[in-house]
């Protein structure tokens, strides 16, 4: 928040006008426009009349208005008032708690004022935060409630609840593949690509995992067998085309390896290693 400020003082120091136009109506004028007005006055032979300043300055007239005996605290009272004049703006800093489950922009409060000892008033912005409460996933529904009636004069109630089906079905794919003749002391970076086929022949993606595989120290290139790479199917991705309420659809698949050495004596010649 940035303000503008000027300095009335009177030519007499007395607080008296003795010459121009009246200063008060200028001085409204200027206030108006959100200027803030400081008036100091320097106590002469003949006194100063103080209400006529406080008229002049912006309220509140104990922070606006100074008025000073001599010349040496006339200097100490524009150096404080300058550095006063120069501080930046108010800055308010609190902590707030957010206890509900829902997240977006949240106003932090409707209004907040701030009023120092010298009964500065500061008018703060609307302040908002943006609340997170991270990526929730509830990949079960609540289960839907069977309704049950009991008469007073019943000791026992037989109830049918209809048909119950099995939550949280899938399978876990495992799949072992053997590398040919991988060279001693080279890595392999092993890539295994899983896509499920349709009833009409689309793929449609399931899984994709990069390995990287330990080199061995044989005295020459040999295979090296990779084992347990596993992928989880969830039952609701079946596109097998049957029905979603059985656990023994049958289902296909397609899985493409990629597999290359990481390391290798190959560099260029102007290459720096």
């Known amino acids: 928040m940035q303000k503008k400020f000027i300095d009335i003082i009177d030519e007499t120091t007395d607080g008296n006008t003795t010459t121009g136009l ?3 109506p200028i001085a409204d004028a200027i206030k108006a426009s959100g200027v803030t007005i400081y008036c100091i006055g320097l106590v002469g032979e003949n006194g100063i009349d103080v209400d006529v300043l406080n008229e002049w300055a912006t309220p509140p007239h104990e922070s606006h208005v100074l008025i000073t005996p001599d010349d040496e605290e006339l200097e100490k009272l524009f150096a404080e008032l300058a550095e006063n004049i120069s501080k930046p703006g108010a800055t308010l800093e609190f902590v707030i708690q957010h206890i509900a489950d ?3 922009i949240k106003e932090v409060n409707r ?4 009023t120092d000892t010298e009964r500065n008033d500061v008018d703060f912005p609307n ?3 943006t609340v997170s409460c991270g990526i ?11 309704n049950v009636e009991i008469n007073g004069c019943e000791d026992s109630v037989v109830l049918d609840a209809g048909d119950l089906f099995m939550e949280s079905l899938g399978r876990i794919l495992q799949i072992d593949v053997k590398i040919k003749n991988v060279c001693p002391l080279r890595r392999v970076a092993l890539a295994v690509i899983l896509n499920e086929v349709d009833d009409k022949g689309l793929e ?3 899984g994709l995992k990069t390995i990287t595989v330990p080199a061995h120290d044989s005295p020459s290139c040999r295979d090296v067998l990779v084992r347990c790479i596993k992928f989880v199917l969830p039952e609701d991705l079946d596109v097998s085309g049957a029905s979603k309420k059985s656990i023994c659809n049958k289902r296909r698949f397609k899985v493409r390896f990629i597999a290359h050495h990481i390391d290798n004596d190959f560099f260029c010649c102007d290459a720096v290693l």
């Open 22 to 24: 009246p200063p008060t």
């Open 102 to 104: 829902t997240p977006g």
């Open 111 to 114: 209004s907040i004022t701030y």
């Open 127 to 129: 302040p908002e935060v």
């Open 136 to 146: 929730v996933v509830m990949p079960e529904k609540c289960p839907a409630p069977v």
């Open 204 to 206: 449609h993606q399931r």
